[in-house]
């Protein structure tokens, strides 16, 4: 479905279909600006609820085929360059609480900062979610990638998992419904997660700023954290670590317009400045071809690829 160019446009049909809405609808939202890349084509629209009903209300009445999307903080997403036709559900403040509990849990919103969950543990003396402190994302986006660093992945945190269906039906997921496996869940693909009840364990404060020190290092030193960048390009293949099929495919540095292969980490894709979103898409093809010539290794992108080209 292309963007609506009859004389009414999708963000002027919406809001007859939601008067009730309390949310905010900002059309032709540039993604650019929320991107960590800093690439991509507008939003058709953009909504952020207000609060769980009102994402509720807004996907009850919201048109069957309407393409939907979600992002959060954009540090793992590549928008094309061509934006995105329909709906972009983006949560904000009223879903970003993190709220410490007996029995070593937290109640965390989707829309948390992982660093900001790391830190409230510690807080609280609740040990496990130190790896949370150098993933620069939010919970949302943890819960439905299984995002893990350091030897622990979001899968082991998890106790139930909140979110609202595209009916609007607000739905509950066990760990186990989650169906987590390497980056993956097998959740519904229509299910907006809201939140989660997580459970770490009780440990000493010092021990663990001590760990999220560490993380902090290894992320200032390994990898390139001031460039725009996406994180992580390609999931780890079985019995490899991607970088290093990466690197000896020869493709450390290359570069197809503005976007490169980073000579710090070669498993990220850079915006070294004018990059376009077919620039970096391109880019990583072209890296998981030279992989497969000389490994036969078949590269999967672990980055969200999103919107149509341009």
């Known amino acids: 479905m292309q963007p609506n160019s009859s004389a009414q446009s999708l963000g002027d049909r919406i809001p007859a279909l939601v008067p ?8 032709a939202q540039p993604l650019a600006d929320l991107a960590w890349f800093r690439v991509g084509g507008p939003a058709e629209v953009l909504f952020s609820p207000a609060d769980e009903n009102d994402l509720s209300y807004f996907l009850a009445n919201l048109p069957a085929d309407v393409p939907l999307y979600t992002i959060g903080l954009g540090s793992n ?6 934006g995105l036709p329909g709906v972009v559900i983006r949560l904000g403040k009223p879903f970003a609480a993190i709220e410490p509990l007996d029995g070593a849990r937290l109640r965390v919103g989707a829309a948390a900062a992982d660093k900001r969950v790391a830190l409230t543990a510690e807080e609280a003396g609740i040990g496990g979610f130190a790896f949370y402190f150098g993933i620069p994302g939010s919970i949302g986006g943890a819960l439905r990638m299984n995002a893990g ?10 106790v139930e998992v909140y979110g609202v269906d595209r009916s609007g039906a607000k739905r509950t997921f066990s760990n186990a419904e989650m169906g987590y496996a390497y980056r993956h869940s097998s959740a519904p693909a229509d299910v907006i997660f809201t939140g989660a009840l997580m459970e770490g364990f009780a440990a000493d404060k010092a021990e663990i700023r001590a760990e999220m020190a560490a993380v902090a290092e290894h992320r200032e030193t390994k990898q390139p ?14 019995g490899h670590s991607a970088w290093k099929l990466i690197d000896a495919a020869g493709c450390r540095g290359l570069q197809i317009g503005g976007a490169q292969v980073s000579e710090m980490h070669c498993n990220f894709l850079i915006n070294v400045g004018g990059a376009t979103g077919a620039d970096i898409e391109t880019l990583g093809e ?3 071809r030279r992989v497969k010539e000389n490994s036969g290794v078949e590269l999967e992108w672990e980055i969200k690829r999103i919107g149509v080209a341009a």
């Open 20 to 27: 009730d809405l309390r949310g905010k609808l900002i059309p």
């Open 286 to 288: 072209e890296v998981r």
């Open 225 to 238: 954290i001031k460039s725009r960048t996406g994180g992580s390009t390609f999931k780890n293949p079985p």
């Open 149 to 158: 660093a350091h030897g622990t992945e979001t899968c082991q945190r998890v």
């Open 77 to 82: 997403l590549l928008v094309r360059d061509g």
